[in-house]
C-alpha cells in the first residue's frame, strides 16, 4: 500500500498524567505504559482539523496512552508512541476509512470538534450534539518547520499493528503547563472518569497547517 496522506489546518495535542492503573486498563496485554512518574502514566489528548483525504475534510478527536516505541535497526528514533483507546470524528466515512485501513477503535456516532485560536492560545471543544466531551486548551511557544516521527498501535484480535506517522507543518512544543482540560461525563470518556488525569497538561504540542503521513501498516 502506498504512503496515506491527511492534510489539516490544525493539529492540537497536550499530555496528562494520570493514574498508572487506568493507563494499564486502558492498554492491550501486549504494551506497557510509559510512566512519567514512579505510578503515573501518560493520557493523551490530539484533536485535528482535517482540510483534505481520501474521505474529505473532517474532524477528529483521539483519546490515547502513551506507551515505549518499538525501535528499529538504525532508524529514526520516534518522539512519541501511541495506543488510541478510543477515536471519534465528525463523519462517517472517516470512521468507516479508519476503522477498515488503521483497525482504530471508535466512538460510532458523529462527534464535533471546535477549534478557536485567540492571542496565541487554542481552545478545543468536542462534543456530540451539544453533550460535552472535553474542552482543552494550549498556547503557542517558539513556532518551527518540522518533521517528526510518531508510532501507534492498534488492535484487531488476535492481529497487532503498528503504524509509523510522521507529521510536517509548523510547530510548537513546550513544558510551561499553562493549558487546561475539562473532561465531562461522556461515553467517549468512560475509561478516565476514575483514572485521576491532571487538569492541565504538562507538555503542549500544536502544528499548523500541515501534512499527516501514515507509511503501511506493520503486524506485530
Known amino acids: 500500500m ?5 492534510k489539516f489546518k490544525h493539529a492540537v495535542s497536550a499530555f496528562f498524567e494520570m493514574s498508572r492503573d487506568a493507563a494499564k ?3 492491550p ?3 506497557e505504559a510509559m ?24 474532524e477528529e478527536l483521539v ?15 520516534p518522539r512519541s508512541a501511541f495506543y488510541p483507546f478510543v477515536v471519534g470524528t465528525s463523519t462517517e466515512a472517516s470512521r468507516l476509512h479508519a476503522i477498515e485501513r488503521w483497525h482504530l477503535p471508535h466512538y460510532m456516532a ?3 470538534v471546535e477549534f478557536e485560536e485567540k492571542d496565541g492560545r487554542m481552545n478545543v471543544h468536542a462534543h456530540e450534539n451539544g453533550r ?3 474542552d482543552m486548551s494550549v498556547s503557542a511557544h517558539k513556532w518551527t518547520r518540522v518533521n517528526h516521527l ?43 472518569l476514575k483514572a485521576d488525569v491532571a487538569s492541565y497538561p504538562f507538555r503542549e504540542l500544536w502544528m499548523k497547517d500541515g501534512v499527516q503521513t501514515f507509511e503501511e501498516l506493520q503486524t506485530l
Request: glycine letters at 10%; aromatic letters at 10%; proline letters at 7%.
Open 132 to 134: 460535552g466531551i472535553l
Open 63 to 77: 483519546l490515547a496512552v502513551i506507551t515505549p516505541p518499538v525501535l528499529g535497526v538504525g532508524g529514526e528514533f
Open 150 to 192: 510518531y508510532q501507534a498501535f492498534t488492535v484487531d484480535p488476535p492481529r497487532n499493528f503498528k503504524a509509523d506517522i510522521h507529521m510536517e507543518g509548523a510547530f510548537t512544543e513546550h513544558e510551561e503547563e499553562s493549558g487546561e482540560i475539562v473532561i465531562h461525563p461522556h461515553p467517549m470518556c468512560e475509561a478516565l
Open 35 to 58: 510512566e512519567v512518574k514512579h505510578s503515573l502514566g501518560v493520557f493523551a489528548v490530539t484533536a485535528f482539523d482535517f482540510t483534505g483525504s481520501e474521505v474529505g475534510s473532517y
Open 25 to 27: 486498563r486502558a492498554l
Open 29 to 31: 496485554a501486549h504494551l
Open 110 to 112: 458523529d462527534i464535533r
Open 2 to 6: 502506498p504512503l496515506t496522506q491527511y
